[in-house]
């Protein structure tokens, strides 16, 4: 299958895309299954299980179960009006479907919590069941959120994301060498490749805006976070630290001239920004996912400001980004809860890692250099988020794997694009870590830092 730039990097929603973006879309895509006998429905049932039992209420997916079955989907939610349209269902236990047809709904009793009970196919499942006045059920469809954003319904999962369908492009590739290989067979780059593939689906210029886009709300959301101070939700009181970072940095500028390694403030800075407005449930880009949404937008601003960027540069990072962030996702996995946090953080290192070395004009194997580097020295990284909240490690985090990222990319400029261990190798070796792993370090808050943070 084709995994487009627009796949892997999506407006969206905070704070998690597997656990509050991928539950809404799931919701709406029920409302669709639903269709005219959504007129008949009385009551909606939402099983949430394990992941997203254990993380859940962290994550906001009851907030997101209660978005999507109202109609909203989360590109186009603005996150003013979520909290207030969760307010008023949860005030009058009522909730209009589709935004069309009242029905009774009280969380209560209608969303079931199924703790660790997991499906089979996939840690990630919810069930909606819809009921009629006479208590019988009018429909039942399963859902998995499999990472960063992506939903599939029960009849999709048994499909192999390699096997899916997909438009035709001209330099299709499942895996790194057949990138390297139709790359120079071709005599492109990586991000002329992927912009080959993208134009058979789309004109030139709704790609480039598309693109410009993308940049534009990762920036604005760095700016976002910069400005706005406070204590973000959830009950852990972690206060905000990009404001006070920024208006450090500001008022010391001629620290930087002294400094060698100042730069990296502002990296830490703006991927602290984004992390933090993603706590906070505000706007973000999954880049691939929200929990890592940070990373990217971090290291494409470094390039910006430290390396004068310019809109072709800025382009080709994510187009080769993407590159990269579909391998992952044809071969192993993006999702926290599937492989742990070598799927989020993990994967935006590698993809960023990628990016920026094509924009400092890396050649292609120096570019598949940074990226398998950047994975290399992740491997094993575990998901443990305290309290279920994507706040303790995951902030703090996507500013340590900014910084990797561009020293992944440096290393890889350092030589000339040979190696020992392949991006493809390094991709298998994650996917397996990510099955060896033990599901107390995948996205279940029943380990790690999740349980030890009180005798530390
Ligand atoms: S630890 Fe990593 S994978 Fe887990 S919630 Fe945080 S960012 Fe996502």
């Given at each position: 299958m084709t995994v487009s730039v627009f796949d892997l990097f999506k407006l969206g929603i905070g704070p998690s895309s597997s656990h509050t973006m991928g539950p809404m879309t799931a919701a709406v895509r029920f409302l669709q299954h639903l269709g005219p006998a959504l007129s008949r429905v009385v009551r909606v049932e939402v099983a949430l299980y394990a992941s997203l039992a254990l993380t859940g209420r962290g994550h906001a997916t009851d907030r997101?179960?209660?978005?999507?079955?109202?109609?909203?989907?989360?590109?186009?939610?603005?996150?003013?009006?979520?909290?207030?349209?969760?307010?008023?269902?949860?005030?009058?236990r009522r909730l209009s479907l589709g935004g069309a047809h009242e029905i009774a709904?009280?969380?209560?009793?209608?969303?079931?919590?199924?703790?660790?009970?997991?499906?089979?196919?996939?840690?990630?499942?919810?069930?909606?069941?819809?009921?009629?006045?006479?208590?019988?059920?009018?429909?039942?469809?399963?859902y998995f959120s499999i990472g960063g954003g992506f939903v599939r319904d029960q009849d999709e999962m048994g499909l192999n994301t390699r096997d899916e369908p997909g438009p035709p492009t001209p330099y299709p590739f499942d895996s790194g060498v057949e990138l390297l290989e139709q790359a120079t067979a071709a005599d492109l780059t990586i991000a002329g490749l992927v912009r080959a593939n993208e134009e058979a689906m789309r004109p030139r210029q709704a790609l480039d805006d598309g693109l410009d886009a993308i940049i534009a709300a990762m920036y604005a959301c760095i700016e976002r976070g910069m400005r706005?101070?406070?204590?973000?939700?959830?009950?852990?009181?972690?206060?905000?630290?990009?404001?006070?970072?920024?208006?450090?940095?500001?008022?010391?500028?001629?620290?930087?001239?002294?400094?060698?390694?100042?730069a990296l403030d502002w990296v830490n800075l703006w991927a602290l920004a984004v992390n933090e407005e993603n706590a906070a449930g505000g706007r973000?880009?999954?880049?691939?996912?929200?929990?890592?949404?940070?990373?990217?937008?971090?290291?494409?601003?470094?390039?910006?400001?430290?390396?004068?960027?310019?809109?072709?540069?800025r382009r080709n990072f994510l187009l080769t980004a993407a590159a990269i962030g579909a391998l992952y996702k044809k071969n192993a996995s993006i999702s926290g809860a599937e492989v742990g946090c070598q799927g989020e953080v993990g994967v935006a290192c590698s993809?960023?890692?990628?990016?920026?070395?094509?924009?400092l004009g890396a050649s292609n194997?120096?570019?598949?250099?940074?990226?398998?580097?950047?994975m290399e020295h992740n491997l094993g990284l575990t998901c443990d988020p305290i309290g279920g909240l994507v706040q303790i490690p995951c902030i703090e985090r996507n500013a340590m794997g900014a910084v990797k990222a561009i020293d992944a990319a440096r290393l890889a400029l350092l030589g000339d694009g040979q190696h020992s261990v392949s991006l493809d190798k390094v991709i298998a070796t994650m996917k397996r870590t990510g099955e060896d792993m033990s599901a107390i370090y995948k996205e279940t808050s029943l380990g790690g830092l999740a349980v030890n943070l009180a005798e530390c």
């Amino acid at each position: 299958m084709t995994v487009s730039v627009f796949d892997l990097f999506k407006l969206g929603i905070g704070p998690s895309s597997s656990h509050t973006m991928g539950p809404m879309t799931a919701a709406v895509r029920f409302l669709q299954h639903l269709g005219p006998a959504l007129s008949r429905v009385v009551r909606v049932e939402v099983a949430l299980y394990a992941s997203l039992a254990l993380t859940g209420r962290g994550h906001a997916t009851d907030r997101a179960v209660i978005l999507g079955l109202a109609g909203f989907s989360p590109s186009k939610l603005d996150p003013d009006e979520a909290d207030r349209v969760v307010g008023e269902v949860r005030a009058a236990r009522r909730l209009s479907l589709g935004g069309a047809h009242e029905i009774a709904f009280d969380e209560t009793t209608d969303l079931k919590w199924e703790g660790r009970t997991r499906l089979p196919q996939h840690p990630n499942a919810l069930k909606f069941t819809a009921f009629d006045a006479g208590d019988e059920a009018v429909a039942e469809r399963i859902y998995f959120s499999i990472g960063g954003g992506f939903v599939r319904d029960q009849d999709e999962m048994g499909l192999n994301t390699r096997d899916e369908p997909g438009p035709p492009t001209p330099y299709p590739f499942d895996s790194g060498v057949e990138l390297l290989e139709q790359a120079t067979a071709a005599d492109l780059t990586i991000a002329g490749l992927v912009r080959a593939n993208e134009e058979a689906m789309r004109p030139r210029q709704a790609l480039d805006d598309g693109l410009d886009a993308i940049i534009a709300a990762m920036y604005a959301c760095i700016e976002r976070g910069m400005r706005t101070d406070g204590i973000l939700p959830g009950g852990l009181k972690v206060q905000r630290r990009a404001y006070q970072v920024h208006q450090s940095l500001m008022a010391n500028a001629d620290r930087s001239i002294a400094d060698p390694l100042a730069a990296l403030d502002w990296v830490n800075l703006w991927a602290l920004a984004v992390n933090e407005e993603n706590a906070a449930g505000g706007r973000v880009v999954t880049a691939p996912t929200n929990g890592a949404a940070g990373l990217l937008p971090a290291v494409l601003r470094f390039y910006d400001r430290f390396h004068q960027g310019t809109a072709e540069g800025r382009r080709n990072f994510l187009l080769t980004a993407a590159a990269i962030g579909a391998l992952y996702k044809k071969n192993a996995s993006i999702s926290g809860a599937e492989v742990g946090c070598q799927g989020e953080v993990g994967v935006a290192c590698s993809m960023a890692a990628a990016g920026i070395a094509a924009a400092l004009g890396a050649s292609n194997a120096q570019i598949e250099n940074a990226a398998e580097i950047a994975m290399e020295h992740n491997l094993g990284l575990t998901c443990d988020p305290i309290g279920g909240l994507v706040q303790i490690p995951c902030i703090e985090r996507n500013a340590m794997g900014a910084v990797k990222a561009i020293d992944a990319a440096r290393l890889a400029l350092l030589g000339d694009g040979q190696h020992s261990v392949s991006l493809d190798k390094v991709i298998a070796t994650m996917k397996r870590t990510g099955e060896d792993m033990s599901a107390i370090y995948k996205e279940t808050s029943l380990g790690g830092l999740a349980v030890n943070l009180a005798e530390c």
